[in-house]
Each structure stands twice: as structure tokens, then as C-alpha cells.
């Protein structure tokens, strides 16, 4: 008949050090598969980089000046510099009407408001302090 081997303390002492192994081996992994999560996740730098260039566009208020000349629009600075305009803007009301205008870029103006030709804009069909979204061309 099979006899069980007998427990001494030489078989006493390398099972626990079979259970020490294990417990490290289970150790590691979870350590490996912490650092393959984290390799995933993108670092904060790429996550702020975008918060910081601001949005594209910009809904505001088109609102008559006759002081502006027409195929122009008088931005502020601020707006200019937050959107990002240099040279020409695209303005669209209600999603129907797109046109692009050249920019004046004006220190002290409201940058909830762009100022825009009244002549222009009565001839497009557009009326004073209507919403727009403006973008940078």
C-alpha cells in the first residue's frame, strides 16, 4: 500500500519556502501589471496642452459700427489672441450665413462683441447684435 511521506522538518521547511516564492511571484505580477495600466495613461502635460490652447471658435454679438469699413470686422485683442486671429476671420449666423471678413485688431474693445460694417450687414440680412460664431481663418 502507498504510505504518505512523513512530515519531518526538512518537507516543513521548504513548503513554506514554496509558499514564500508563490507570494512573491503573485507580488510581482500584480506590480507588472500595475505599470502596464499606468503606461497607458497619457501624461498630465498631453491632457493640460489642450486646455491651454483655448477653443477654436467663439460664439458672440455682431454689433453695428459705422466707423468699420465694409469686407472688415473690429476685434478685440483679447478675442484676437484667445481664438487665435491674425488676418481674417469667419463669421457664421444661424448656421446659414458664412462670410469671411479682414480683422482690425483694437485694444480697449468689448470681447463679447466684434464691430462690423451696418451697410454690409443690412445688405446680408443680418440685424445688429445678432449671435454669431467667429473663427479664425
Known amino acids: 500500500m502507498f504510505e504518505p511521506p512523513s512530515l519531518d522538518e526538512n518537507t516543513t521547511s521548504s513548503s513554506k519556502e514554496i ?5 512573491k511571484d503573485v507580488k510581482e505580477d500584480t ?13 498630465p502635460s498631453t491632457l493640460f496642452s489642450r486646455q491651454k490652447s483655448g477653443a ?3 460664439r458672440l454679438r455682431l454689433k ?20 487665435g486671429i491674425k488676418e481674417y476671420i469667419e463669421i457664421t449666423v444661424a448656421g446659414r450665413k458664412k462670410f469671411k471678413l479682414k480683422t482690425v485688431i ?10 462690423v460694417n451696418p451697410d454690409q450687414m ?16
Open 19 to 23: 509558499g514564500e516564492d508563490i507570494e
Open 122 to 137: 443690412k445688405h446680408l440680412g443680418i440685424s445688429d447684435n445678432s449671435i454669431c460664431t467667429i473663427r479664425s481663418v
Open 31 to 43: 506590480k507588472i501589471d500595475i505599470k502596464k495600466l499606468v503606461s497607458i495613461v497619457p501624461p
Open 106 to 115: 483694437v485694444n480697449g474693445l468689448d470681447a463679447n462683441y466684434v464691430n
Open 64 to 83: 453695428y459700427d459705422s466707423s468699420v469699413r465694409e469686407g472688415e470686422a473690429k476685434v478685440s485683442s483679447v478675442l484676437a489672441r484667445e481664438i
Open 56 to 58: 477654436r471658435e467663439k
